[in-house]
């Protein structure tokens, strides 16, 4: 039997660990970002209450909203996309990096962070610290 015929070395707990949580920040990071766009709503209104001010006023008599409220309905909406797409971003650069087992300290702080994305970034979150936190995983990115 020569070596090109020899099976691979069957994957420890540690290293199926990795990829999974790799796999699932993945997933956590495209729910993410699809769950970011909703402030766009927010956006749209915004503008809507910037172009068309008579719509928000009921009847032609009524006091209409001034122009501020259009731009910070808009501003804030716009600000918590991109906040949650960077968040998404983040989250699969994560990923990527515990696939490659590089960046550990940068997975660490991202688990933190998503911890606070309840219920799928907290489990995720809580999970990807305990197995990073483990000695036989900071062997692994030693090593790598």
Known sequence: ??????PPPLPTADTEHLRLLAIFHYVVA?????FACLPLIHVAIGIMMVTQPAAFGGN???PQPPAFFGYLFA????????LGWA????TFISGRYL???RNRLFSFVMAAFLCMFVPFGT??????IIVLSRESV?????SS
């Open 1 to 6: 039997m020569n070596a090109s015929t020899l």
């Open 30 to 34: 495209g729910i993410g970002a699809l």
């Open 60 to 62: 032609n008599q009524g």
């Open 75 to 82: 501003g804030m909406g716009a600000f918590f996309v991109l």
């Open 87 to 90: 968040a998404a971003v983040g």
């Open 99 to 101: 696939a490659r087992r």
């Open 123 to 128: 489990v995720l979150g809580i999970f990807t």
């Open 138 to 142: 900071k062997r692994l990115y030693e």
